[in-house]
């Protein structure tokens, strides 16, 4: 069976980087699958989950905005964040929700580019809950 190689890589690290069967990623249109032969494009991805389809195994990351390339062998995906859901701290990312949700609170004091900062930061924190919440009570 045809395989795509995958590379997930942050500015930090190369998080992820395998020959996998399929991919579903967080486009900016909603989720986007990508198998094997799959047409090349270009596009952003937004802050949420990117599922893994290995054999049988699955394997979840959240991440953040980024973009992806894809042609018919395989899949690029350059993020600001990508955390594997069991190294996910919950009880960080619900703090820096809290503290999002409080900046945005006082958005009339905020200049457009810490308001947007704040916006960009409350969106990983949540794919980050809401990955790690889903997975743990899979």
Not at 72 to 84: G, N, P, R, W
């Amino acid at each position: 069976m045809a395989t795509l190689k995958l590379e997930i890589v942050t500015p930090e690290k190369v998080a992820y980087s395998d020959d996998v069967d399929g991919v579903v990623i967080p486009g900016t249109e909603g989720e986007m699958g990508v198998l094997p032969m799959h047409i090349p494009l270009m596009t952003m991805i937004h802050p949420g989950e990117i599922v893994v389809t290995k054999g049988h195994e699955k394997k979840y990351l959240a991440v953040g905005e980024g973009f992806v390339t894809v042609d018919q062998h395989s899949v690029k995906v350059l993020t600001d964040m990508a955390i594997e859901w069991e190294a996910i701290d919950e009880s960080a990312a619900e703090a820096a929700v809290k503290r999002a949700e409080e900046a945005m609170a006082r958005k009339h004091e905020l200049g457009s580019e810490e308001s947007a900062a704040v916006q960009i930061a409350l969106a990983k924190s949540l794919a980050q809950l809401h990955v790690k919440r889903r997975r743990r009570n899979v």
